[in-house]
């Protein structure tokens, strides 16, 4: 029978966060090219990590949602989820992450982008 001793497991754990890190960044960086969030490596991971510690606050765990809620900020501003429209999606407790990130796409679809929605 295999054995994986819980430092095996946190090493392991390590490795694929920061391969989703490595794939977030890539995204990011492609998505928004002229961010000063994404022009510079070292603060593109900062965030990334300060985010996936936000996200995870709010219960957006699942990695697609957790790539939106990323995009929002490079979208928005790091702190968007301190923003009274954003705070209130969050902050839902009936909510699922996933359902909060559909919440937040809406808003920004029907809200700040309105001529998106209509064609």
């Not at 957790?66 to 429209?85: N, Q």
Request: aromatic fraction near 12%; charged fraction near 25%; include cysteine.
């Amino acid at each position: 029978m295999l054995v994986i001793r819980d430092q095996q497991m946190r090493i392991l754990q390590e490795f694929q966060l920061r391969q989703f890190e490595d794939s977030l960044a890539a995204h990011l960086a492609k998505r928004f090219p002229r961010s000063a969030l994404t022009t510079d490596a070292d603060f593109l991971r900062s965030m990334i990590r300060e985010g996936l510690r936000v996200a995870k606050t709010f219960g957006i765990v699942n990695r697609t949602d957790v790539r939106r809620f990323l995009e929002f900020s490079a979208e928005y501003g790091t702190d968007f989820y301190l923003k009274p429209w954003a705070a209130k999606i969050l902050g839902d407790p009936t909510l699922s992450g996933c359902g909060k990130m559909e919440q937040m796409d809406a808003y920004s679809v029907y809200v700040f982008r309105p001529w998106d929605a209509n064609g």
